[in-house]
C-alpha cells in the first residue's frame, strides 16, 4: 500500500456525523502561490452552472498583494451567459503537505469588445 499518495490533494474530515469517512479537497490558497504562468487563448464560452461558487478577480489570486473582488451582479451573471476568454493562467502554490499543485484561471469579459472590463475567474466557473 502507498501511504505516500493516501494524503497528497485530500484531507480527512469526520467532525460531524455527516463528514465521517468523507474526504474532502484541499481548497486552493492565493497566499501560497509561488509562480503564475499565462498563455494567450481566444474561445467563446458560457458560465457554469456553479459559477456562484467563485469569485470575479481583478488579478489571478496570489499574483497580486491587493486583489481586488467582484459581485456576480456586476457583469449580470447567470447560468449559460456567454463570456470571451482570451488569458489562461496557471497558479502554482504548495500544499499543507508541502506538495506543488496548480489551479487554472480564465481572463472573461462579457462583451464581444476587446477592450471591456475583464476578470479572472477560476476554471470552475465556466464551462469549458
Excluded at 45 to 59: A, F, M, W
Excluded at 74 to 89: E, L, Q, W
Excluded at 92 to 120: C, L, P, Q
Amino acid at each position: 500500500m502507498n501511504k505516500i499518495g493516501e494524503n497528497i490533494d485530500t484531507e480527512y474530515s469526520g467532525d460531524s456525523d455527516l463528514n465521517k469517512g468523507n474526504i474532502r479537497p484541499l481548497y486552493f490558497q492565493p497566499s501560497r502561490v509561488f509562480s503564475v504562468k499565462y498563455r494567450t487563448v481566444s474561445f467563446k464560452t458560457v458560465l457554469d452552472e456553479d459559477y456562484r461558487e467563485e469569485k470575479l478577480y481583478r488579478y489571478v489570486p496570489g499574483a497580486k498583494k491587493n486583489n481586488r473582488t467582484y459581485r456576480w451582479s456586476t457583469i449580470k451573471a447567470h447560468t449559460g451567459k456567454r463570456v470571451y476568454v482570451d488569458k489562461k493562467a496557471k497558479a502554482y502554490y504548495r500544499d499543507d503537505d508541502g506538495e506543488r499543485e496548480s489551479e487554472d484561471f480564465y481572463r472573461i469579459r462579457v462583451s464581444t469588445n476587446k477592450h471591456a472590463t475583464r476578470y479572472w475567474v477560476n476554471e470552475d466557473a465556466i464551462d469549458d
